[in-house]
């Protein structure tokens, strides 16, 4: 059975910077699109990046396009998310990810496929605040 652990949250100032990380055992990051999404209070969750399972293809969407940079780490099994120039809006729960049967690393990165991603992690809780 495939885990996921996220860790690497926190608090931090608007303008920060933090790294998260999804700890992957039970299979290989090259064998499963991941992704990162996030949740709000009272909010649905929505993505923020996804990397294929080759790791040469990224997509960030909108919102955290120039700011956040997801990697993979395939020695170790691990991809990171760098979040930069942190803005109050960032402030959720970041989930990692991971699933298969996508056709692009877009139709994952999407809202509407949260129903159908098989593997989630806990989550890691990111504050943004001053």
């Known amino acids: 059975q495939l885990q996921l652990v996220e860790s690497g949250g926190g608090w931090v100032q608007p303008g920060g910077s933090l790294r998260l990380s999804c700890a992957v055992s039970?299979?290989?990051?090259?064998?499963?699109?991941i992704g990162w999404f996030r949740q709000s209070p009272g909010m649905q969750r929505e993505p923020v990046s996804c990397?294929?399972?080759?790791?040469?293809?990224?997509y960030n969407v909108d919102s955290v396009k120039g700011r956040f940079t997801i990697s993979g780490d395939r020695v170790n099994d691990i991809v990171y998310l760098h979040m930069n120039s942190l803005q109050l809006e960032d402030t959720a729960v970041y989930y990692c990810?991971?699933?298969?049967?996508?056709?692009?690393?877009?139709?994952?990165?999407?809202?509407?496929?949260?129903?159908?991603?098989?593997?989630w992690g806990q989550g890691t809780r990111v504050t943004v605040s001053s």
């Open positions: 990810a991971a699933g298969r049967g996508f056709r692009a690393i877009e139709h994952m990165c999407a809202a509407n496929a949260v129903g159908r991603i098989s593997y």
């Open positions: 039970g299979g290989t990051v090259d064998s499963y699109v």
């Open positions: 990397i294929s399972n080759s790791g040469g293809r990224t």
